[in-house]
């Protein structure tokens, strides 16, 4: 059993932020990045909105270059994933991993949320990055003067298209459905864009391409006749699911499965704080999750202060 000041569980940019301030603090956190650190940062190519970055930068080195600077102010790094905690003593946290138990006065929560993705169990994982996105406000600058499709028919999906018409050719509305689930407002935006087409009741069902995707395999949901359509881009608006199941039952969640938060960055449970897209369904934006870990990692400081 490791007795800690604060654990931090998380490695994307809100955890490793959370990781820089409460290490300067000389609060020595104890950071899981979990089996695949990072978080949805490293299947991103180039990101090109994060402030500082006027060339851009590939992901995965920002999110190397946080955790640099975490462990030079102090912060300490495993690759170990917690897959159970017992936060019903507030002032002795426990959390497993496997069967190694560790303790904490206090915790941050950065799990973030996964996108959710086609799982087609063929292959789509190789086109990560590489045309397949879950972020148009990331990656839509890329494909100017393209053809790219987005696979949904809510909000998300609509907010997509109309972020990318901006840079694309073209748009496509993949919607497995013969209606939108979007806003009136958000689908009259869709109908009034002349660079978007909705292709209605029809589900990706393969992914093509040698080394960029260049093809979309299309079934007909009422039909089941297939077809094919030229893609260079395809984005994902079918929501995230937040990396939360481990905290059932020990922490409140709302319907989603997302933190709830009480105050600030507090959770029901005093010493426990959180930040990043884990309590975040709407912005799940890079910038967005580092600042809400700032505000997780002076909250705790406050938090520990008291007591």
Known sequence: MQKEKLIIIGS??????AAIYTARANLSPLVFEGMEPGGQLMGTSEI????????????????????????KFGAKTIFKEIDRVDFTNTQNLKVWSGEEEFQAESIILATGASARWLN????????????????????????????????GGGDSACEEAIILSKFAKKVY?????????????????????EKIEILWNKDVTNLKGSVL????ELTDTQTNEISSLNLNGLFMAIGHTPNTKFLEGQ?????????????????????????????????????????????????????????
């Open 213 to 216: 995707l260049e093809e979309v």
């Open 251 to 307: 922490i409140d969640l709302n319907k989603w499965g997302f933190i709830e938060i009480k105050n600030d960055t507090r959770t029901n449970v005093p010493s426990v704080f959180v930040g990043g897209d884990v309590s975040d369904p709407k912005y799940q934006q890079a910038i967005v999750a580092a600042g809400s870990g700032c505000q997780a990692a002076l909250d705790v400081q406050e938090y520990l202060r008291k007591h």
């Open 12 to 17: 994307g940019p809100a955890g490793l932020t």
């Open 48 to 71: 090109e909105n994060f402030p500082g970055f006027p060339d851009g930068i590939v992901g995965p080195t920002l999110i190397n270059n946080m955790r640099t600077q975490a462990q």
């Open 120 to 151: 087609l169990n063929k292959g789509e994982e190789k086109f990560l990055g590489k045309g397949y996105s879950a972020c148009a406000t990331c990656d839509g600058a890329f494909f100017r003067e393209k053809v790219v499709g987005v696979v």
């Open 173 to 193: 509305i993949l919607h497995r459905r013969d209606s939108l689930r979007a806003s009136l407002p958000m689908q009259k935006k869709v109908f009034e864009d």
